[in-house]
């Protein structure tokens, strides 16, 4: 396949997050849904880093699908439902790491 040069250029992958196990003290779980990314450069990669992971996110997370409600509802990908995500630390940890590991090229790991 040829490299194709594309602005902006926006790609699926698979996020997973890990949380404490509700119901088995001392373990985590892990949850997985699939993102759709922004790529960025390395220069703007570099300030968004600096502003903090809200900005961050905010610029690469650009869609969702597999996120769901208590009552297992989707739940639609917005301005609204991300910011209900950012304060915690196990969903911002989820998707940057998933991010990084498709900007370094490595194969998606298996849930």
């Not at 196990?21 to 985590?28: K, L, R, S």
């Not at 739940?75 to 498709?102: K, M, N, S």
């Amino acid at each position: 396949m040829q490299f194709r040069l594309c602005e902006p250029f926006e790609f699926w992958w698979p996020v997973r997050v890990t949380l404490p196990d509700p119901d088995q003290p001392g373990t985590v779980t892990s949850q997985t849904f699939e993102a759709r990314f922004l790529m960025v450069g390395k220069d703007r990669l570099a300030e968004l880093e600096a502003e903090g992971e809200a900005a961050l996110l905010s610029e690469i997370l650009r869609d969702w699908r597999g996120v769901t409600g208590t009552r297992g509802t989707e739940i639609p990908f917005g301005p609204e439902a991300l910011e209900q995500c950012l304060p915690f630390a196990h969903f911002r940890v989820g998707v940057y790491r998933a991010y990084l590991t498709a900007l370094n090229g490595q194969a998606a790991a298996k849930n």
